[in-house]
Nanobody, 118 residues
Framework: QVQLVESGGGLVQPGGSLRLSCAASRLTFSNYIMTWYRQAPGKERERVAG????????NYADSVKGRFTISRDNAKNTVYLQMNSLNPEDTAVYYC???????????WGKGTLVTVSS
């Protein structure tokens, strides 16, 4: 059974940083486009950042551009989200999404909570 397990969430003060990880198992990781989404309380899920199978084409939502960096390590089956200059509007549950390039098969993780508060 495919698993995507997010980690690294927590409570951080405004202006702080966190690094999220998403470890994938039981899939051929290098065949999947990886994306981070987030969902704040009372809001719809939104796309935060995505990265191509080879890791050479990261893209970002305007709201996080210049503050967040997505990366992946195909040898470790892991995708990361480095989040800097966090503000309260970044508070959300962050989800990892894997989409297979060939046929758009999709898997989701269960999420990790990020809370930005003083």
């Amino acid at each position: 059974q495919v698993q995507l397990v997010e980690s690294g969430g927590g409570l951080v003060q405004p202006g702080g940083s966190l690094r999220l990880s998403c470890a994938a198992s039981r899939l051929t990781f290098s065949n999947y486009i990886m994306t981070w989404y987030r969902q704040a309380p009372g809001k719809e899920r939104e796309r935060v950042a995505g990265i191509s199978t080879a890791g050479d084409m990261p893209n970002y939502a305007d709201s996080v551009k210049g503050r967040f960096t997505i990366s992946r390590d195909n040898a470790k089956n892991t995708v990361y989200l480095q989040m800097n200059s966090l503000n309260p509007e970044d508070t959300a549950v962050y989800y990892c999404n894997a989409r297979r390039y060939a046929d758009n098969l999709v898997y989701w993780g269960k999420g990790t909570l990020v809370t930005v508060s003083s």
